[in-house]
C-alpha cells in the first residue's frame, strides 16, 4: 500500500498536475505519508491516521483573504481527487464507527475546500448510495446501523447538493434513491434533514428533477403524519419545493394529507401549509389548472385561531388576487375601468376582497361547494367547523354571484343548522346573513318559504332569521307582509321543536319595521310554550328573549314598552282566539296563547272583558279537560289578585261578577273524587277568595 501511495505521489505530472503549486505538492508528499494508516489491521492505527489527515488539512488551508483561498483550494483539488477522496470513501464501509464518523467528517471538509467539489460527485453519490440505500434498506435496515452517523451522511449529500448544483443532474437517480430511504428513517433528525435536502436537489436540478419528483411523493407522505411536529414542517415544506420544481401531477396526491394538516394541533404545521400552498397558487407552473383544489385550503386558514396564521393566509391570498387580476388584465378591462361599489349592505365594506380575489372563487366556486356540502355534514366534528368557516369566507368573495348556486348553498345551510356543535352553527348563521346582504329577497323568499311551508323545522326557521336579520331594510319592507303571513300559520308557529329559533329571531332582526299585528302571535306561541328553554340564549330563559322582542316590536310601532302593544293588539287576538275554545285541551298551542295573554296583557284585560270572560266562562265548565281547567284557574287567580291592574283596569269588572262567581267559581266547589278535582276544588276557592279581598 505505501508503494502505491508513493508511486501515485511520484507520477509523472499530467496536465492537471502540472498546475499544482508548490504547496500543493508539499501537501501530496504530508499525505502519502499518512494514507498507508488508514490501512491499518488496528482500529486505533486507523483511527490515528484520520485524525492526522484532519490536521494536515486544516493546517494547509490559509487564514487568508478570499484570493489567496481561491489559489489554496485550487492547489488542494489535485490531491483532493487523486490520493483523499477513493480512501475516505472505502472508509465509510470501516467496521469501526469512530473510524467512519471521522471519515464523513474529512469528506465534508474536503468538499468544502475543494476547487471543484461537483468532480467528485461520480464516486462520492455510489459510495452514499451503499451506506443509505442498500438492499438491507427495502427490508427496514439501513446498511449504516448508527443513526447520528446516518444524519451525518445525508448532511453530506445536502453539502453535494448545494456545492455541486446542477452538476448533479446525471447522479439525480443515486440522490433520489438515497432519499426514498433516509425520508423514512427512524431517526427524526435524519428525516429532517433529508427533506431539507430533497428541496436542495430540487432547486439544484429544475430543468432535470421532475422526471424523478414523483417518486419522493410517497416517502415525504408517510412522513407528514409524524410524531414530531419538525418533522411534519419539514415535510410540508421539501413538498412544497419538489412539487414546485417537480411534476404537477402530484398535486392530488398531496392535498389530502395537506388537507388533514389543517387540524393540525400545532400552529407552526398550519403556517407550513398556509406559506407552502400561497407559494403555490403564486408560482406553481400549472396553478390554473389547481384553483379550485388549493383555494380552498388557503382561505380555510383565514379563520384560524392563531392570529398570526390568519395574517399570513390573508396577506399571501391578496398577493394572490393581485397577481391573478395582473396576468388577466385584458378579461378584466371594464371591471377595473368602471370598478363597482360594495353593495349597499356589505357587512365589511372597508374590507371588501380586491377585484382578483373575488373573480377567482366566482369563476372556481361551482367547482369547490360540491366538496363543502359533503364535508359540512361529516362525522368528524373539525371537518364540518371548517367547511363552515370556508362557506361564510367563500360568500363574502362571491357577493351577488351567490345566485346562481343559491338553491345548493340553502340546502346545505338547512343541513348545517342542524348541527350539534354551535361553531358549525355559528358559521352557517353567518352565511345566512351574507345570503341575505347580497341576494334580492324576490330571490331567496322563493325558495326558503316554500321550504319552510313544506317542511318546518328549527333549522330552517334559524335560517330565514338569519337570511331576515343579513338583509337590507329598504329591500325587505315590501316582502315583511308575506313573512308574517308564512310564520303566523300555525304549522310553524306552533309545531317547532323550539320556537326561538325562528319566529322572535327573525321578527327582532328587522325590529325597526313597522310590523304586522300577526306577529305577534308568533310571539305568543313562543311565549306559551318557553318554559325554561336554554341553550342559544346563554343564561337567559326564552321567555326572557320573547320579553325582549316584544318590547322591540313596540318600538318598531313607535310604543312605550309591551304593555301598550297588549293593549292595540289584544282585543283582535282574544276575539281571534274565541274562534275556536270549544276544542281546546291543555295540549292547544291555542290555549298557551290565551294564558299567555292573560297573564302578561296586564290593563288590556279590562278591555277585552266582552271576550275574555266567555272564553273563561265555557273552558271553566266541569266537564272540560281538567288539566286545562287547573291551568285556567292558576292565570286566574293571579290575575284576580291585581284586578285593578288587570281585569278591573277600567272599573267594568262588576259587570262580570255574577257570571264569574255563578257560571264559573260554583260549578268548580262540587266536590268529586281524585286528586286533580281536589286541585280544581282548592284553585276555584284561591279564586274566590281573591275575588272577594278585592
Request: net charge negative; aromatic share 4%.
Given at each position: 500500500m505505501a508503494a502505491l501511495v508513493a508511486a501515485e505521489a511520484a507520477a509523472p505530472p499530467g496536465p492537471a498536475e502540472a498546475a499544482e503549486t508548490a504547496e500543493a505538492a508539499e501537501l501530496s508528499r504530508a499525505l502519502s505519508r499518512l494514507l498507508p494508516g488508514l490501512e491499518a489491521d488496528s482500529k486505533l492505527s486507523r483511527r490515528r491516521a484520520l485524525e492526522a489527515l484532519q490536521r494536515a488539512i486544516e493546517a494547509a488551508w490559509p487564514e487568508e483573504p478570499a484570493a489567496e483561498s481561491a489559489a489554496a483550494a485550487a492547489g488542494f483539488q489535485g490531491p483532493w481527487a487523486r490520493l483523499l477522496l477513493p480512501r475516505l470513501l472505502r472508509c465509510l464501509a470501516d467496521p469501526a464507527e469512530g473510524c467512519r464518523a471521522l471519515a464523513a467528517h474529512l469528506l465534508g471538509l474536503g468538499l468544502r475546500r475543494a476547487a471543484r467539489p461537483r468532480d467528485a460527485l461520480p464516486r462520492l453519490l455510489p459510495a452514499l448510495v451503499a451506506r443509505l440505500a442498500g438492499p438491507e434498506s427495502e427490508r427496514?435496515?439501513?446498511?449504516?446501523?448508527?443513526?447520528?452517523?446516518?444524519?451525518?451522511?445525508?448532511?453530506?449529500?445536502?453539502?453535494?447538493?448545494?456545492?455541486?448544483?446542477?452538476?448533479?443532474?446525471?447522479?439525480?437517480?443515486?440522490a433520489v434513491r438515497v432519499l426514498r430511504c433516509t425520508l423514512l428513517d427512524p431517526f427524526a433528525a435524519v428525516r429532517r434533514e433529508s427533506c431539507q435536502c430533497a428541496a436542495s436537489l430540487a432547486r439544484a436540478t429544475p430543468d432535470h428533477f421532475h422526471m424523478q419528483s414523483e417518486s419522493l411523493i410517497g416517502p415525504l407522505m408517510q412522513s407528514i403524519s409524524h410524531q414530531h411536529w419538525k418533522v411534519r414542517v419539514a415535510v410540508i415544506e421539501a413538498t412544497g419545493s419538489v412539487i414546485q420544481f417537480g411534476s404537477g401531477k402530484s398535486v392530488d396526491d398531496?392535498?389530502?394529507?395537506?388537507?388533514?394538516?389543517?387540524?393540525?394541533?400545532?400552529?407552526?404545521?398550519?403556517?407550513?401549509?398556509?406559506?407552502?400552498?400561497?407559494?403555490w397558487l403564486l408560482d406553481l407552473r400549472d396553478r390554473y389548472s389547481f384553483f379550485h383544489k388549493l383555494i380552498p385550503l388557503l382561505l380555510s386558514n383565514l379563520e384560524d385561531d392563531i392570529p398570526e396564521i390568519a395574517l399570513a393566509a390573508a396577506s399571501l391570498w391578496e398577493k394572490v388576487g393581485l397577481q391573478w387580476q395582473r396576468e388577466n388584465e385584458d378579461d378584466l378591462k371594464d371591471k377595473l375601468d368602471f370598478a363597482s361599489p360594495p353593495p349597499a349592505h356589505h357587512p365589511s365594506?372597508?374590507?371588501?376582497?380586491?377585484?382578483?380575489?373575488?373573480?377567482?372563487?366566482?369563476?372556481?366556486?361551482?367547482?369547490?361547494?360540491?366538496?363543502?356540502?359533503?364535508?359540512?355534514?361529516?362525522?368528524?366534528?373539525?371537518?364540518?367547523?371548517?367547511?363552515?368557516?370556508?362557506?361564510?369566507?367563500?360568500?363574502?368573495?362571491?357577493?351577488?354571484?351567490?345566485?346562481?348556486?343559491?338553491?345548493?348553498?340553502?340546502?346545505?345551510?338547512?343541513?348545517?343548522?342542524?348541527?350539534?356543535?354551535?361553531?358549525?352553527?355559528?358559521?352557517?348563521?353567518?352565511?345566512?346573513?351574507?345570503?341575505?346582504a347580497f341576494v334580492s329577497p324576490e330571490v331567496f323568499l322563493k325558495l326558503v318559504l316554500p321550504a319552510l311551508k313544506k317542511s318546518p323545522s328549527p333549522s330552517g326557521l334559524l335560517i330565514l332569521a338569519s337570511i331576515v336579520r343579513g338583509c337590507p331594510r329598504e329591500a325587505l319592507r315590501p316582502h315583511l307582509t308575506?313573512?308574517?303571513?308564512?310564520?303566523?300559520?300555525?304549522?310553524?308557529?306552533?309545531?317547532?321543536?323550539?320556537?326561538?329559533?325562528?319566529?322572535?329571531?327573525?321578527?327582532?332582526?328587522?325590529?325597526?319595521?313597522?310590523?304586522?299585528?300577526?306577529?305577534?302571535?308568533?310571539?305568543?306561541?313562543?311565549?306559551?310554550?318557553?318554559?325554561?328553554?336554554?341553550?342559544?340564549?346563554?343564561?337567559?330563559?326564552?321567555?326572557?328573549?320573547?320579553?325582549?322582542?316584544?318590547?322591540?316590536?313596540?318600538?318598531?310601532?313607535?310604543?312605550?314598552?309591551?304593555?301598550?302593544?297588549?293593549?292595540?293588539?289584544?282585543?283582535?287576538?282574544?276575539?281571534?282566539?274565541?274562534?275556536?275554545?270549544?276544542?281546546?285541551?291543555?295540549?292547544?298551542?291555542?290555549?298557551?296563547?290565551?294564558?299567555?295573554?292573560?297573564?302578561?296583557?296586564?290593563?288590556?284585560?279590562?278591555?277585552?272583558?266582552?271576550?275574555?270572560?266567555?272564553?273563561?266562562?265555557?273552558?271553566?265548565?266541569?266537564?272540560?279537560?281538567?288539566?286545562?281547567?287547573?291551568?285556567?284557574f292558576s292565570s286566574l287567580s293571579r290575575v284576580l289578585l291585581s284586578a285593578t291592574q288587570t281585569v278591573d283596569s277600567q272599573g267594568h269588572f262588576h259587570h262580570y261578577l255574577d257570571t264569574v262567581t255563578k257560571d264559573i267559581l260554583v260549578p268548580n266547589l262540587q266536590w268529586h273524587a281524585g286528586k286533580t278535582a281536589a286541585a280544581i276544588r282548592t284553585a276555584a276557592v284561591s279564586c274566590l277568595w281573591a275575588l272577594i279581598k278585592q
Open positions: 427496514g435496515r439501513p446498511p449504516e446501523t448508527c443513526e447520528e452517523l446516518r444524519l451525518a451522511l445525508v448532511q453530506l449529500l445536502g453539502l453535494a447538493v448545494r456545492l455541486g448544483g446542477a452538476a448533479l443532474a446525471p447522479h439525480l437517480d443515486d398531496v392535498l389530502p394529507h395537506f388537507a388533514q394538516r389543517l387540524f393540525d394541533d400545532v400552529p407552526q404545521v398550519r403556517q407550513a401549509v398556509t406559506c407552502v400552498v400561497g407559494g365594506p372597508d374590507n371588501r376582497p380586491g377585484l382578483g380575489c373575488r373573480e377567482l372563487v366566482f369563476r372556481n366556486l361551482s367547482k369547490i361547494l360540491p366538496a363543502i356540502c359533503h364535508d359540512v355534514t361529516d362525522w368528524v366534528a373539525g371537518t364540518r367547523v371548517k367547511a363552515a368557516q370556508l362557506l361564510a369566507v367563500l360568500l363574502l368573495h362571491a357577493e351577488d354571484h351567490v345566485t346562481q348556486h343559491l338553491e345548493v348553498v340553502l340546502r346545505t345551510l338547512h343541513r348545517a343548522c342542524a348541527d350539534d356543535d354551535r361553531a358549525v352553527v355559528r358559521s352557517c348563521t353567518r352565511s345566512a346573513e351574507l345570503v341575505g308575506l313573512i308574517a303571513t308564512e310564520l303566523a300559520r300555525p304549522h310553524i308557529c306552533q309545531g317547532s321543536e323550539n320556537p326561538f329559533t325562528g319566529a322572535p329571531a327573525a321578527v327582532r332582526a328587522d325590529s325597526g319595521l313597522r310590523v304586522p299585528r300577526r306577529l305577534q302571535t308568533v310571539q305568543l306561541t313562543a311565549l306559551g310554550g318557553a318554559g325554561d328553554h336554554r341553550g342559544a340564549l346563554g343564561c337567559h330563559s326564552l321567555g326572557d328573549k320573547v320579553q325582549e322582542t316584544m318590547d322591540a316590536l313596540a318600538a318598531a310601532q313607535d310604543i312605550d314598552g309591551h304593555q301598550d302593544l297588549y293593549r292595540e293588539h289584544a282585543g283582535p287576538l282574544v276575539e281571534w282566539l274565541a274562534a275556536s275554545h270549544h276544542d281546546w285541551t291543555v295540549h292547544s298551542a291555542e290555549l298557551l296563547q290565551f294564558v299567555v295573554v292573560v297573564n302578561h296583557a296586564g290593563p288590556a284585560l279590562g278591555e277585552v272583558l266582552p271576550h275574555l270572560v266567555p272564553v273563561l266562562r265555557s273552558c271553566l265548565q266541569p266537564a272540560r279537560d281538567p288539566q286545562m281547567r287547573l291551568r285556567l
